[in-house]
């Protein structure tokens, strides 16, 4: 497993959305999909492989698997596999990015990292609850931990980098992910939360609080946001403490859009699309690792790439990982 990343720039630039790319290249059937990007895992592999390297083509040192919406039995369910081939399918995913990965690697001479994703159970209801958290008060700890398990156990033996904890809308949940991963302790992760303001997670607590409980766990390299308007990424990070040693912070937001059942993301804003507008302050507001999330595509991370590659001055706020 890998322990160390650094940049050229000493930022790590992650991907953008893959399912969102994906949908941009002609699978706009997955919007309605109960899988989501993941059912391309069985019908399309190489369309997905094929994402993933344009990300990396355009910068990215990190690239995060189409397991966002996987689950042994969304599988069974969907896909009629059984529980073998549904594990096989999850590490399918690991092994499409590690495969573009490495073709990068040889065309430009530096290192790409895959991370398994790991996105909430909310997701898999694909009902838009990843969003307000609002199924987690009816489940424990130990059920949102053994529901995640499986799907944590074929990333990590596929041989993911990292686990991409992400759109996580409530602390409750990480805690339970995280719980699960211990089983798994040479493996590191990074957690990431969608908000719904300017200071709140999407289930409503504090992004400083869940921030600092997950950093307690030696499993978690870097934590921070994930698909959320980039109009409050800027106050988000300031509401985190820069004056304390502390892991990196994640920025990975989404194009301004909003996500409805039945629609997909509706209501662009072009002027809140462009990111490589903003990652300059992000980064002196405490950012280390920069990327997108839904709506941001290939050229957008060329163009934050470009960005920080056309900056000497941009600095780490936080330690190295």
């Not at 630039?13 to 941009?24: H, K, N, S, Y």
């Not at 309605?32 to 059912?39: Q, V």
């Not at 009816?138 to 053994?146: D, G, H, Q």
């Not at 302790?185 to 990074?190: E, I, Q, V």
Request: charged share 25%; hydrophobic share 35%; proline share 4%.
């Amino acid at each position: 497993m890998a322990t160390t990343l650094v940049s050229d720039e000493n930022v790590v630039v992650l991907d953008g959305g893959t399912a969102t790319q994906l949908i941009e290249m002609g699978y706009d059937k997955l919007n309605d999909d109960p899988l989501w990007s993941a059912t391309l895992l069985k019908t399309n592999p190489d369309e997905i492989k094929k994402v993933h390297k344009q990300f990396y083509q355009a910068g990215a040192d990190i690239s995060i698997t189409t397991s966002y919406q996987a689950s042994v039995e969304g599988f069974k369910e969907h896909l009629c596999l059984t529980e073998h081939q549904a594990i096989e399918l999850i590490k399918d995913s690991v092994r499409l990015a590690r495969s573009a990965a490495d073709e990068v690697e040889k065309e430009q001479g530096r290192r790409c990292y895959v991370a398994g994703s790991v996105g909430p159970y909310g997701a898999c209801l694909h009902d838009g609850s990843e969003y307000s958290g609002n199924y987690v008060d009816a489940m424990s700890l130990s059920e949102l931990s053994s529901w995640h398990r499986s799907r944590l156990k074929a990333l990590v033996d596929a041989g993911a980098d990292y686990i991409a904890i992400e759109t996580i809308p409530a602390l409750k949940e990480a805690k339970a992910i995280l719980t699960a991963l211990e089983e798994f302790p040479n493996s590191k992760a990074f957690v990431n939360f969608s908000c719904k303001d300017g200071m709140s997670t999407c289930h409503g607590e504090k992004l400083a609080d869940c921030i600092q409980a997950v950093f307690e766990s030696d499993q978690v390299i870097a934590s921070g946001i994930n698909c959320t308007h980039p109009q409050y990424i800027t106050s988000l990070l300031s509401s985190l403490p820069l004056d304390t040693p502390h892991k990196p912070y994640i920025v990975k937001p989404n194009s301004g859009e909003d996500w409805f059942p039945g629609k997909g993301w509706c209501t662009r804003d072009k002027s809140l699309h462009f990111l490589s507008k903003m990652v300059e302050d992000w980064i002196k507001h405490g950012a280390n690792w920069i990327g997108g999330c839904c709506r941001i595509f290939p050229a957008d991370i060329k163009d934050i790439r470009q960005t920080l590659d056309a900056n000497p001055d941009i600095s780490l706020k936080g330690p190295e990982v």
